[in-house]
């Protein structure tokens, strides 16, 4: 509704502004999980962390690793209707969802891989396992994720690929 009382319509295009920062605070949440709670300070218990961190109020690590995550994929698996409506063909939804995804995706297990194998103590990463992990579905092929932190993503390509049929 405008200030003069006139009903407008909603465009297509119109984007849910609330749903988007909640997605972006969740996503927050993964960050924030993964830079500052995966990992214990040193001469620090794991199971210590959140009490150091939050004084006298405990959070469970799941608490603050997943709920994020499910939460960012409820939020996702509503919206991703919104993309789809959008779409004229399924190939332009491929489109979509592959150029967002797969880009960023790549460099981050190029970066990766290259940093573990100049890390002497890192795990090794093989040619087979770094080829299998482009596809994002190394999943399926109980190939192991060169991080885990890329666990969701078969799950996201696959719900993908249910969105398109």
């Not at 006298?56 to 919206?79: K, Q, R």
């Not at 190029?110 to 890192?122: Q, R």
């Amino acid at each position: 509704m405008t200030i003069d009382g006139a009903m407008t319509e909603k465009k297509a295009t119109d984007r849910l502004s609330e749903l988007d920062s909640l997605r972006g605070l969740v996503a927050l949440g993964v960050l924030f999980y993964h830079f500052l709670c995966r990992y214990p300070v040193p001469d620090l218990p794991k199971d210590k962390l959140f009490f150091q961190l939050f004084g006298y109020f405990t959070i469970p690590e799941w608490y603050l690793g997943l709920m994020p995550v499910y939460l960012f994929f409820m939020i996702s698996g509503f919206v991703i209707f919104f993309t789809a409506e959008k779409c004229k063909t399924v190939a332009e939804f491929g489109y979509r969802r592959f150029s967002r995804l797969y880009p960023v995706y790549w460099g981050a297990i190029i970066v990766l891989t290259i940093t573990m194998l100049l890390n002497s103590s890192a795990p090794g990463v093989g040619i087979g396992q770094f080829l299998v992990n482009l596809t994002m579905i190394q999943e399926y092929f109980h190939v192991p994720h060169i991080s885990g932190v890329f666990w969701s993503l078969s799950v996201e390509l696959s719900f993908y690929f249910l969105i398109a049929a």
